[in-house]
């Protein structure tokens, strides 16, 4: 009859999910250098975390990566986010050590690096264009020249420009040496 073929199946919302953020602590003392290394690694990791964690192993609803900034102390952390179901968390948490690693034992490739400026740089632009006039921009400008000396109108593409593939892998090199920090957060 093959209707038994139903009995095992249920709706996606029981399955049991967990967010997990697995954070690399760096000392990285603010520099408009920086400031535009971590966002191109930022966006290479992100790229590699969804195509290694996410695509290949299916195990994700979602997967980034981000670098926070906590002003005091001069402490980044480079966080890998993600949800998955509980018995997948230790090979993605794995795979995210390892992504790391990588990056910091061979840097991105041309093609990577290239992408991640051309995105950047656009993004940059679209963001100045819709901001023009914003008020809460200027202020935050304003207090990113105040706070880390970058004087992000100006310099961000030239500093995209002056950025090199070497930058990007010492950085990754220093975060995968950090202390590293794992969050699970179970839902209910």
């Keep these: 009859s093959g209707s038994h073929t139903l009995d095992r199946t249920y709706p996606a919302t029981s399955a ?11 000392a990285m003392k603010p520099a408009p250098k ?8 930022d966006y290479i990791m992100s790229q590699r975390c969804v195509s290694r964690i996410r695509e290949e192993r299916g195990g994700t609803y979602y997967v980034r990566f981000t670098t926070e900034n906590h002003l005091y102390g001069g402490v980044r952390e480079s966080v ?6 509980p018995e997948m968390t230790d090979m993605l948490v794995n795979d995210a050590k390892t992504l790391v690693k990588e990056m910091a034992e061979e840097g991105p490739t041309e ?19 819709r901001y023009k006039e ?22 961000y593409i030239d500093l995209l420009e002056k950025a090199s593939i070497r930058d990007i892998r010492k950085m990754a090199a220093k975060i995968a040496k950090g202390d590293s920090m794992l969050s699970v957060y179970t839902e209910n």
């Design 134 to 155: 914003n008020l809460s921009r200027k202020l935050n400008v304003y207090m990113m020249k105040e706070r880390c000396g970058i004087d992000k109108e100006e310099k």
């Design 80 to 85: 890998v986010a993600f949800q998955t179901r």
């Design 34 to 41: 920086t400031e535009t290394a971590y966002a191109v690694l």
């Design 111 to 129: 093609a990577e690096f290239e992408n991640a400026r051309k995105y950047l740089a656009k993004h940059h632009h679209e963001l100045q264009a």
């Design 16 to 26: 049991p999910k967990v967010d997990i953020q697995y954070g690399f602590l760096a």
